[in-house]
Nanobody, 115 residues
Framework: QVQLVESGGGLVQPGGSLRLSCAAS????????MGWYRQAPGKQRELVAS???????NYADSVKGRFTISRDNAKNTVNMQMTSLKPEDTAVYYC?????????WGQGTQVTVSS
């Protein structure tokens, strides 16, 4: 019903920046909160940042002050600007969207922070 496509991942140096984007298509009406999760090797998936339709944001402590999430409700897109990247930010990042009582996920995009 809802398809999510991420883009913007890649290889960056420590201290660098990267911008992730996610576009929702399909039955996008009444999409609620959207967010970004990540999963690093040997670790469980964790919430990185989320944003409500009204613009309220929530960040993991590990990224607060470095990452900024934003959305465009008309376009059903969500973005995340990542700055001051650290090697520990290396993970597969997944876009998430909630519509009614159902969660939808993107395919994931790899972010690698290494010199």
């Amino acid at each position: 019903q809802v398809q999510l496509v991420e883009s913007g991942g890649g290889l960056v140096q420590p201290g660098g920046s990267l911008r992730l984007s996610c576009a929702a298509s399909g039955s996008t009406f009444i999409i609620g909160a959207m967010g970004w999760y990540r999963q690093a090797p040997g670790k469980q998936r964790e919430l990185v940042a989320s944003i409500s339709r009204g613009g309220s944001t929530n960040y993991a402590d590990s990224v607060k002050g470095r990452f900024t999430i934003s959305r465009d409700n008309a376009k059903n897109t969500v973005n995340m600007q990542m700055t001051s990247l650290k090697p520990e930010d290396t993970a597969v990042y997944y876009c998430n969207a909630r519509r009614l009582q159902q969660d939808f996920w993107g395919q994931g995009t790899q972010v690698t922070v290494s010199s």
